[in-house]
């Protein structure tokens, strides 16, 4: 059925799916475990406000530059690039006595380092030199995995001649040349960009992050969340298609060759387990993944691929970091969309000691950026990152997020202080502007994006990864290869250009050209792919993409308006499932279906957050067309499956704040019972839906936190609960804000009753 799988869909695994199937016609599948596409491009929101998770700025993406043609190439033109302050970057280092902006020009930034350090003046020069002649070898290496055979021998002559100091720690480097400690600290402060600290780092990795930079940066408008969807449009001309909630669970190899994959769908409520194949297999969740997880570490392939194992273990791991997202009230003043870098030490970063400072709540380092000043946004928001050792999250290894218990949550709240109040000495009335916080650490970017300890660069980049020949495409198994950051360089363009060189590797080396060419505007798809398999594997189950057409919209609130979709056919799920629904060009957003199986799809949606979701909410009207993929979630409102009919909970009990009443809707049209019991909560009562709702409702309570009502219980759902107490015989369905519905389900944990909970 398809002419390649590729496992994930960060970029890499997306430049190269678009690839095979822009420049070669190739049906491509990508299966990707979360509920949205994208790997460390996606975004995610709260409250309207969205975070770019792994995307800051990018680099060498002015007009007519290779990344920029790729990207063109594959979002078909539809991605703006926004180009932030000449000053991109400003390292903030108080021990040394430096604030300094760095300019978009290597000349310029030559100069500065001069006028900063006049005596280290011949050893400045030498290092712009240095750090410009390891960028041309890294870039050779790039191209020895893209071009025809008869081109290699003089690009493998040619990277003999340049190596020079690009294997040389950072470190060992910067000592050697410079005599000024600050100068040291100065030029190696943003490490983060690639994630080794400077003792263990490879030259080349600290080379390719000044130069990539040298011309300026800039920022997706609107965005990284989008880039996955625009890219999608061309995977699915050629009749491929990406999947999400699809967990791979093996890499089926026979003979010797890998022909398929083992997935479990975990879109819907049960998982269902299936078989994929296909010629040629991509993986692009990393090579330790790869190896050691998703291929047989024993037999005939264990034992073919134990040298390559053995290397990747010998490298150990590269670096993870803690994350503090911020809106913010108003942008504080001098703020500009400029990245702000803040080290207090003085001497090299020492990772261990880094991390238990953080842990203290008493950092040293701190990435501080903007994103919704530089993607154009109408929200404040802000991010901090601060780098951490993974090993010190591993007594939370295991758990679910939102439930990581009350240690977890001091811990976090700890480091959230001590990062928010490290930016506000460099950024002066950042700690008063502060409206919400969320925190992740590695243990939440290890449970989106499968990435061992959290380490989201990969690999790391140690003069020991090269020598090992870990940064290529090609692997022991015959038809499996790796893209992304593992099969070329770390960040989002390393990550694009090992796409390439993946594409390159699997049409092989004369198809070179022909992409050059395509990315150019000079070419297109020329015929089908010679990869083409005669399987016809079909899906078991899974969520589907229709066309709707819009029957009703009505205000239901002064804020949330009820939307009714009609299906071109019956469609089925089950209450507690959602809807993505398209509500801009490449932007989607998950909805709770409030109706239901049937051809109606009903929902709910709250416009206070003025996002795209909102603004389409807003507009629609009826005979409107509508796209939309369902069913997915596996979180239900019934009773466990495993439960028999006398074991069964006595009652269901049903929270739910706002627009959380949806998926309880759904569950009182299917199937309400007398004994139900539905609790709502509302800041006012022009908040309530339940007056409005069509569906019967079972025997209601109704909290108004912010007037006393007649009626009504005055106060939050959770002075409701402590003052009535708990059910230990029901069961008790939560849905709403996280925040809210944490603090519910502890009290009823702690009344000793069940609780099943979803947040939106």
């Known amino acids: 059925m398809y002419d390649a799988i590729i496992i994930g869909s960060g970029i890499g695994s997306l430049t190269t799916a678009g690839l095979l199937a822009g420049v070669a016609g190739a049906r491509v599948l990508v299966l990707e475990k979360h509920h949205t596409p994208g790997g460390l491009t996606h975004s995610f929101r709260r409250m309207g406000a969205s975070w770019d998770v792994g995307l800051h700025y990018v680099g060498d993406m002015h007009p007519g530059s290779r990344p920029r043609q790729l990207f063109d190439y594959l979002t078909g033109g539809a991605l703006t690039w926004n180009r932030m302050p000449t000053g991109y970057d400003r390292f903030v280092l108080p021990d040394h006595g430096l604030d300094v902006t760095i300019p978009s020009s290597i000349e ?25 002649r390891a960028y041309s070898w890294m870039s050779l290496r790039y191209m020895a995995e893209m071009v025809p055979p008869q081109a290699s021998p003089a690009i493998h002559l040619a990277l003999r001649l340049r190596a020079g100091c690009a294997l040389e720690r950072t470190e060992h480097y910067m000592e050697r040349r410079f005599h000024d400690p600050a100068l040291r600290a100065l030029l190696t402060t943003h490490w983060g960009d690639y994630g080794v600290e400077p003792a263990r780092s490879a030259f080349v990795a600290h080379a390719m992050i000044v130069c990539h930079y040298m011309d300026g940066a800039w920022f997706p408008r609107g965005g990284s969340g989008q880039i996955a969807r625009m890219i999608e449009e061309r995977i699915r001309a050629s009749g491929g298609e990406i999947r999400l909630c699809q967990d791979v669970d093996d890499i089926l190899v026979e003979d010797g060759r890998a022909v398929g994959v083992r997935v479990t769908d975990r879109s819907g409520p049960a998982p269902i387990s299936y078989e994929e194949r296909a010629p040629i297999v991509i993986s692009g969740v990393g090579a330790r993944e790869t190896y050691t997880r998703l291929l047989p570490t024993t037999g005939p392939v264990g034992a073919f691929t134990a040298r390559v194992r053995d290397r990747i ?43 238990e400072d953080l842990c203290q709540g008493r950092p040293q380092s701190a990435f501080i950026s903007f994103p919704g000043i530089k993607a154009g946004d109408r929200h404040a928001t802000a991010e901090i990152v601060s780098f951490a050792r993974p090993e010190a999250f591993d007594r939370w290894s295991g758990t679910r997020p939102g439930m990581r218990g009350a240690d977890y949550e001091r811990l976090t709240s700890a480091m959230a202080r001590g990062l928010i109040n490290l930016a506000d000495t460099a950024i002066p009335g950042f700690k008063d502007s502060v409206r919400f916080v969320e925190v992740g650490t590695p243990l939440t970017i290890e449970h989106f994006t499968s990435h061992e300890g959290g380490c989201f660069y990969g690999l790391p980049l140690t003069p020991e990864r090269f020598t090992a020949d870990l940064t290529s495409p090609s692997t022991p198994i015959d038809g499996l290869f790796l893209t992304g950051q593992d099969a070329g360089m770390p960040g989002i363009v390393g990550a694009a250009l090992a796409g390439m060189s993946t594409a390159c590797k699997v049409l092989g080396p004369a198809v070179y050209p022909r992409i050059m060419r395509s990315l150019r505007g000079q070419g297109g798809p020329q015929g089908r792919a010679a990869l083409s398999h005669d399987s016809a594997t079909e899906r078991a189950a899974g969520a589907r993409r229709y066309r709707a057409t819009a029957q009703s919209a009505r205000w239901i609130t002064p804020t949330v308006r009820e939307i009714a979709l009609a299906l071109p056919e019956c469609a089925t799920w089950e209450a507690g499932q959602y809807a993505l629904v398209r509500v801009a060009p490449f932007e989607w957003r998950p909805y709770s279906l409030a109706s239901a199986p049937g051809r109606t799809v009903r929902l709910l949606v709250d416009v ?28 239900l409102v019934t009773p466990d499956r495993s439960t028999t009919d006398a074991e069964a909970p006595h009652r269901r009990i049903f929270i739910a704040t706002g627009t959380g009443i949806a998926p309880f809707l759904a569950a009182f049209e299917a199937d309400k019972r007398d004994d139900d019991i539905l609790i709502v909560g509302y800041s006012r009562t022009e908040d309530d839906l339940t007056g409005r709702a069509d569906t019967p409702l079972p025997p209601l309570i109704r909290c108004v936190s912010r007037e006393a009502v007649p009626g009504t219980f005055y106060g939050r759902i959770t002075d409701y609960l402590n003052a009535e107490g708990i059910d230990p015989q029901a069961t008790y369905y939560v849905c709403g804000s996280a925040r809210i519905v944490r603090d519910i389900s502890r009290i009823i944990q702690a009344g000793g009753a069940r609780v099943s909970f979803e947040t939106f």
């Open 608 to 635: 206070r957050t003025k996002g795209a979701g909102a603004s389409w909410a807003r507009t629609i009207a009826p005979g409107d067309d509508a796209d939309l993929e369902l069913p997915y979630g596996h979180w």
């Open 313 to 355: 273990a010998d490298l150990g791991h590269g670096g993870s970091a803690v994350t503090v997202y911020l809106t913010l009230d108003h942008y504080p003043t001098g703020v500009d969309g400029s990245n702000v870098w803040v080290n207090k030490g003085r001497g090299p970063d020492d990772l261990v000691q880094m991390t």
């Open 108 to 132: 310029e930034y030559q100069r500065l380092l001069i006028s900063l350090f006049p005596r280290e003046k011949r050893a400045i020069r030498r290092y712009c030199r240095d750090v410009t």
